[in-house]
């Protein structure tokens, strides 16, 4: 799944150490428009990626590329949101853009004939018609 948001705030970095070695997890606060006139917030989580966290910028616009993550512990349900990836929304719409064919022929450089300038006014006897009113 994915979203757009606007990183609006990056709290600070956990750390810890397991049984398969060090850890890290850093949240991110984005907000998210929704389309109704109130954005909300999502706070989501980056698990091992101290390099991408340090790459966003608060203010900026990103598409957040994700998955929910639901379990248990002593009758409570905890829900996470684990970000996959977190890009720039320049570089995704970039992306997204057909690339231009540059083998193809170019249109010929003959064009139509321009109209004139001024339309020719009808004449009456020799003299200019002028229809307008005042």
């Given amino acids: ?6 990183v609006f705030k990056v709290l600070p970095e956990t750390s810890g150490t397991s049984a398969r070695g060090e850890w890290f997890r850093q949240d ?10 109130y954005p909300r917030k999502a706070c989501v989580k980056f698990f091992n990626k101290r390099d991408e966290v340090a790459r966003l910028v608060v203010g900026a616009s990103y ?16 829900t996470d949101i684990n970000v996959r990836s977190a890009k720039p929304k320049e570089v995704a ?5 057909p690339t231009t064919n540059y083998a193809a022929p170019m249109p010929s ?14 004449e009456a006897s020799g003299v200019a018609v002028d229809d307008l009113p005042f």
């Fill in 1 to 6: 799944m994915e979203f757009e948001g606007i």
């Fill in 28 to 37: 991110v606060v984005f907000e998210v428009q929704t389309g109704s006139p």
């Fill in 109 to 122: 450089a003959e064009m139509a004939p321009m109209p004139t300038a001024e339309p020719a006014m009808p």
């Fill in 63 to 78: 598409i957040v590329s994700f998955d929910i993550d639901s379990r248990e512990y002593n009758g409570r349900w905890y």
């Fill in 93 to 97: 719409h970039i992306a997204e853009q």
